[in-house]
Structures are given as structure tokens and as C-alpha cells.
């Protein structure tokens, strides 16, 4: 593993269907944060966790749930699938939450479909 | 609320020069980044800025006024695979990045 992987890449779901998308990094980063994209639209942040053991939400936390329970892992699970939540989603992390220059590392990203 | 303004898409010519403007309204600031993002790839880090004024590096640079609560980014001498999404991005009082919507740049031959 080098950097930031997701899983899977794409998926198409039915609505009402619960999904699980996976984020592994091995920079031994604190902080991990969950975005999705949407065309017209800035990245919007889901949820972020400053270090393993702890969450918070962002800006569109509804209808989505994460866990931290170790450095390198941060699944963002979706209870319960619908339309509007088909996006791109992209897991990042960073070294640091704080101030500074800490750049945020991308994954590749999966498009996500709910019909 | 939390804004950031760039243009949605913007054309220029192979070996020119162009400028991506972005201004925004956070509350707070801990410093401004430009990401470069790729049709169908995740963003890249470009530059940072906390301090007003310009930071270069390579062809690519990016001016900051916060009195202004304006930046730049400038591109020089062009190339086609500079042809991408660039987003500008705040990292406001919480440290959390808040993202403009991005500004399509098409490098024209």
C-alpha cells in the first residue's frame, strides 16, 4: 500500500441498501476526513476524526456514519441508501488538524450510485 | 455563512500565462491552498499560503491579501497537461477546509 487507498472504486446500490466505503492509508496520518463531490459543488466534508478513538461531523453528516478504531483505517458506512447521496466520495488525511501547511493526501476516490 | 468565489471554467493558450482568481469569506483563517485536480482523479496539493504575498514555485504561484480576503494563482508558460480543475480551499477557525466549487481550466494548442 502506498499512500491512501478506497474501496470499492465504483458501486452502484439500491436505495435503501447499507454500504460500507473503505479508506486504509499508511502514512501513519492523525487526522482522516470524508468528502464527497459533487458537480457545480465544492468538496464537502462528511466527517473527520483528528485522531484514532474520535469523530466529528462536518458539514453534511446526515444519513452517514464513521468509525476510528485504529490509525489507518476510516470506513464511512451508509445506513440506509438514497438518490442523493450518489457522489464521489473521496477519503484524505493529513498529518496534523491544526493550523500549518499540512497538506491533505487524496484517495482515488469512489463513485458511488444510488438508483 | 462560509463562501468561496472562483470562475467556473477558463480557457487560455499553450505557453501563456493565466491567472485563476479566488476570493473568500470564512470564519476565521489558518491559510489558503490551491489543489490541482484532474478529470476523474483526486485533487493534489499545489501551494500554501498564510502570510500575504507571493509564494513561488516552479512555474506555479500563488498571491495572498488577507485584508482582502483574495488569492491567485498563476500558471506560466502552459502546458496541455496543465489542463485540469483547479480548487481553492480555507482553512477557516476550526481548522477545517472549506472548497470553492473549483475553476475549469481548458489549455487550448
Known amino acids: 500500500i502506498a499512500g491512501i487507498t478506497q474501496a470499492p472504486t465504483s458501486q452502484i446500490l439500491a436505495a435503501g441498501r447499507r454500504m460500507t466505503l473503505r479508506c486504509t492509508q499508511d502514512m501513519r496520518h492523525n487526522a482522516m476526513y470524508w468528502y464527497r463531490q459533487d458537480l457545480g459543488l465544492g468538496l464537502r466534508l462528511i466527517h473527520y476524526?483528528?485522531?484514532?478513538?474520535?469523530?466529528g461531523k462536518g458539514e453534511v453528516p446526515d444519513g452517514y456514519s464513521v468509525s476510528r478504531a485504529n490509525t489507518d483505517d476510516f470506513p464511512l458506512t451508509l445506513a440506509s441508501a438514497v438518490p442523493s447521496q450518489t457522489s464521489v466520495y473521496f477519503c484524505?488525511?493529513?498529518?496534523?488538524?491544526?493550523?500549518?501547511?499540512?497538506?491533505?493526501?487524496f484517495g482515488p476516490g469512489t463513485r458511488l450510485t444510488v438508483l | 455563512g462560509q463562501n468561496i468565489d472562483q470562475p467556473t471554467e477558463m480557457t487560455a493558450t499553450e505557453g501563456a500565462i493565466v491567472q485563476i482568481n479566488c476570493t473568500y469569506q470564512t470564519s476565521g483563517f489558518n491559510g489558503l491552498f490551491w489543489y490541482q485536480q484532474h478529470a476523474g482523479e483526486a485533487p493534489t496539493f499545489l501551494s500554501y499560503n498564510v502570510l500575504d504575498g507571493l509564494e513561488e514555485k516552479g512555474r506555479f504561484s500563488s498571491f495572498l491579501s488577507r485584508s482582502k480576503g483574495y488569492s491567485y494563482l498563476l500558471l506560466k508558460e502552459l502546458q496541455m497537461k496543465d489542463s485540469a480543475s483547479y480548487l481553492c480551499?480555507?482553512?477557516?477557525?476550526?481548522?477545517?477546509?472549506?472548497w470553492g466549487a473549483g475553476t475549469k481550466l481548458i489549455i487550448k494548442p
Open positions: 484524505a488525511s493529513s498529518d496534523s488538524d491544526a493550523g500549518g501547511p499540512d497538506e491533505q493526501f
Open positions: 476524526s483528528n485522531t484514532a478513538g474520535t469523530t
Open positions: 480551499a480555507v482553512k477557516d477557525s476550526n481548522y477545517q477546509l472549506i
